[in-house]
């Protein structure tokens, strides 16, 4: 394993150390996520103790971190201190036969806890699956640079998956106000855009506007649109 993938794989043991701890509290609805951003909800049955899904979640992680942690000789224990031991091998774990493949489990372990232990609204959508068979939406953070298609398992760089969302949408442009743009946007992308958003984006001359039908409206070019989005960085914190 090379010196990048070495400092890549400790730091996503030291997250999957951090995110096992949100994930928990989550689990046990200390933390909470609302699905609709919306006010409090009435649900027909009484929820239960935990989250069933959160749970499931830790679980099937934990049977990863217990797999990689056997490829060195770590038997036994919970998350919390195979993670604290595998830190603490990080040489021998990279060294291991099957340190590439331990090291897409975890990096995907830590993409399902982060997307789990994430706000809705903070979540966005890369595009769809590259796998001709599946083509499944793929969401994820803003700062993710691998995503799993979770229907197919199948794993791509987010700079690909969005180099083929702009190209399916090349030469294709949307006409609306900028809140029915800003709409496309939010629908398309997950980011949470704003018609003032749209509004700034044209004047800066980010987004191409093919025309303009009438006052209020624009015709406007859609891969540049979607760069505008893209561009935005460290995540997407766009007009409030």
Not at 110 to 124: A, C, E, K, N, Y
Not at 131 to 155: F, R
């Amino acid at each position: 394993m090379c010196k990048t993938h070495r400092q890549e794989l400790a730091k996503t043991i030291h997250g999957l150390r951090l995110g096992m701890y949100e994930l928990k509290q989550v689990e046990r609805r200390e933390i909470r996520y609302s699905a609709h951003g919306g006010g409090a909800t009435h649900p027909a049955f009484a929820p239960t103790p935990i989250d069933i899904s959160a749970a499931d979640l830790s679980d099937q992680v934990e049977d990863t971190i217990q797999d990689v942690a056997g490829d060195i000789g770590l038997w036994g224990g919970k998350a919390p201190q195979l993670l604290a031991k595998l830190s603490a091998r990080m040489g021998r774990l990279a060294d291991a036969p099957n340190s590439a493949r331990d090291y897409r489990q975890l990096t995907n372990a830590l993409h399902r806890v982060r997307l789990r232990t994430t706000p809705p609204q903070d979540r966005i959508i890369h595009g769809h699956c590259l796998n001709p068979e599946c083509g499944a939406q793929l969401a994820g953070l803003p700062d993710d640079t691998m995503v799993t298609c979770q229907e197919c398992g199948s794993t791509w760089a987010v700079a690909e998956v969005r180099r083929a969302r702009r190209e399916k949408l090349a030469g294709r442009t949307i006409t609306g106000t900028p809140t029915q743009i800003a709409r496309w946007v939010k629908q398309t992308t997950g980011a949470p855009a704003k018609a003032q958003n749209v509004k700034d984006w044209l004047r800066r001359g980010q987004v191409l506007a093919v025309s303009r039908p009438r006052k209020g409206v624009y015709e406007c070019d859609m891969v540049s649109m979607l760069a505008a989005v893209e561009d935005v960085h460290p995540g997407v914190k766009l007009t409030a």
